[in-house]
């Protein structure tokens, strides 16, 4: 099975602006996950996506964003950029069981690399 | 909420040697479940072991074992044999179930040096 791919791997952007960036998940999972990674605070959970529905959200602004398609893809988007907004974003898909087997293994995808300047 | 601490920044370990990561977490879950997770330098992240919370023996995976405890909260990664290419950011991570979904929430990680 292919794995976790994210796009686009890099991104310069300007503050301000927005950004959209994509996940598509293991086939099969219809679990989405996005994380944040920056060396100051490390990993922090986004928000989680099963069947187009979001199911769970962290503590972030509402600039941040993101929706699921039919086909399990999703995308996440960050509207009026900040300087802070510079990190590794990473995508995590599982079968997104909530009890039980290995369904709640997440497996992650490459990152995207977004620079805001 | 749950929270997971890795108190150990930075670790290493002669190659062929054994070195311990440490882990605690807190949570009021009665079930759930504890990962570690590896990112090599500029590479994906890769699960490398997990444990069920209900279970009682330790997870093993080749070199990798855990020493869960699940009484103190505390998950900590064994590697035996190490090897160049286990040289990574190694994070602890807890699955919460909070809400409607789930999360994970991850220490800060501990940055795994392997000398030749």
């Known amino acids: 099975k292919a794995g976790v791919t994210q796009t686009p791997r890099y991104l310069i952007k300007t503050r301000g602006q927005q950004v959209t960036l994509s996940c598509s998940p293991i086939?099969?999972?219809?679990?989405v996950s996005w994380y944040q990674q920056t060396p100051g605070q490390g990993l922090q959970f986004l928000f989680e996506?099963?069947?187009?529905?979001?199911?769970n959200k962290g503590n972030f602004p509402g600039r941040f964003s993101g929706r699921q398609f039919s086909n399990s893809r999703s995308e996440m988007n960050v509207s009026t950029l900040e300087l802070g907004d510079s990190a590794l974003y990473l995508c995590?898909?599982?079968?997104?069981?909530?009890?039980?087997?290995?369904?709640?293994?997440?497996?992650f995808g490459p990152g995207t690399r977004l620079l805001v300047l | 909420a749950q929270t997971v601490t890795q108190s150990q920044p930075e670790m290493s370990v002669q190659e062929a040697e054994t070195v311990t990561l440490s882990c605690t977490y807190d949570?009021?879950?009665?079930?759930?479940?504890l990962f570690w997770y590896k990112q090599p330098p500029s590479r994906q992240m890769i699960l490398v072991i997990r444990?069920?919370?209900?279970?009682?023996q330790n997870a093993t995976e080749n070199r990798f074992s855990v020493n869960f405890q699940k009484a103190a909260k505390s998950f900590s990664l064994k590697i035996s044999d190490s090897q160049l290419g286990d040289a990574a950011m190694y994070f602890c991570?807890?699955?919460?179930?909070?809400?409607?979904?789930?999360?994970?929430?991850f220490g800060k990680g501990t940055r795994l040096l392997v000398k030749p």
């Open positions: 086939s099969g999972h219809r679990s």
């Open positions: 995590a898909s599982s079968l997104g069981l909530l009890a039980g087997g290995s369904g709640e293994t997440q497996y």
């Open positions: 444990q069920e919370a209900y279970k009682q």
């Open positions: 991570a807890y699955r919460s179930q909070e809400g409607q979904g789930f999360s994970f929430i």
């Open positions: 949570t009021s879950e009665s079930d759930y479940y």
């Open positions: 996506y099963f069947s187009e529905t979001q199911r």
